[in-house]
């Protein structure tokens, strides 16, 4: 649906992208070509000039510009057309909030778990991040990716950003994300049944102290957080969308 997604054009809100929809401007393209007879003046000038480069933007595929422009309630959308490339992240800290806090990073691109461990090569999960085009977290917004790009701070990742917590909340699923996989049916392993972040920061001192288990069983609870965005975000795509 990003292709038909106009709410990141001048002056065009859920109505009046709605109104465009019913008129047959199905994608970015129909409004460069056809918009005029349904855009006028200068304002459908914008418009149009508006969706022209985001045709281009999207060719050179420059995520970034998408990730400035799109609304956050419409960023989800972007599944449509990047679903395939996406690249589901989360990481665990040591109780801090600051780039140094990180301690593992996860990253899923929808066959294969990957988990980075501080000390280890956490480093080496920045060349995922920077070729995925789509990002999904859950509250990545507020703390997984900001504490990411302070980790890295010298490089500018090329991707949209989909926080799921927030689409999710608007399919009345709320709460944080163990509560939401309970809600829709995903089951977690025994090994980290009812862990949350708190015993991930436990997990981790542990291991620092010399229990190899509990490195085990931090990187397995890691992995459940990646995976099981898939199908969270799958859900959230599925239901959300709204035929054009």
């Not at 510009?65 to 599944?79: D, H, Q, S, V």
């Not at 689409?167 to 025994?190: C, D, S, T, W």
């Not at 229990?211 to 990646?226: F, G, K, P, T, V």
Request: contains cysteine; proline residues 4%.
């Amino acid at each position: 649906m990003l292709q038909q997604t106009f709410c990141h054009l001048p002056g065009i809100g859920p109505t009046t992208e709605r109104r465009l929809w019913r008129a047959g401007l199905g994608d970015w393209r129909a409004v460069v070509e056809r918009g005029g007879s349904v855009l006028h003046g200068a304002r459908g000038d914008e418009v149009r000039r508006v969706a022209e480069e985001s045709l281009a933007r999207y060719e050179r595929g420059d995520w970034n510009w998408f990730e400035a422009t799109l609304p956050a309630a419409a960023k989800w959308r972007a599944f449509g057309e990047l679903g395939p490339r996406a690249l589901y992240v989360d990481i665990e800290t040591d109780g801090g909030f600051g780039a140094e806090a990180i301690t593992v990073i996860g990253a899923y691109d929808g066959s294969t778990a990957h988990t980075f461990v501080a000390g280890r090569d956490l480093d080496a999960a920045l060349e995922l991040i920077e070729a995925a085009p789509l990002v999904v977290t859950f509250n990545g917004a507020a703390f997984d990716m900001p504490l990411i790009r302070a980790r890295f701070p010298y490089h500018r990742f090329n991707h949209i950003h989909v926080d799921l917590r927030f689409p999710l909340n608007r399919l009345g699923l709320r709460g944080g994300l163990k509560l939401i996989e309970q809600q829709v049916g995903i089951a977690r392993g025994a090994q980290t049944q009812g862990l949350d972040g708190w015993d991930a920061v436990r997990l981790w001192r542990e291991w620092q102290s010399g229990s190899a288990r509990s490195l085990d069983i931090l990187l397995a609870y890691n992995r459940e957080d990646i995976v099981n965005l898939a199908p969270l975000m799958r859900l959230a795509y599925d239901r959300l969308r709204q035929p054009v």
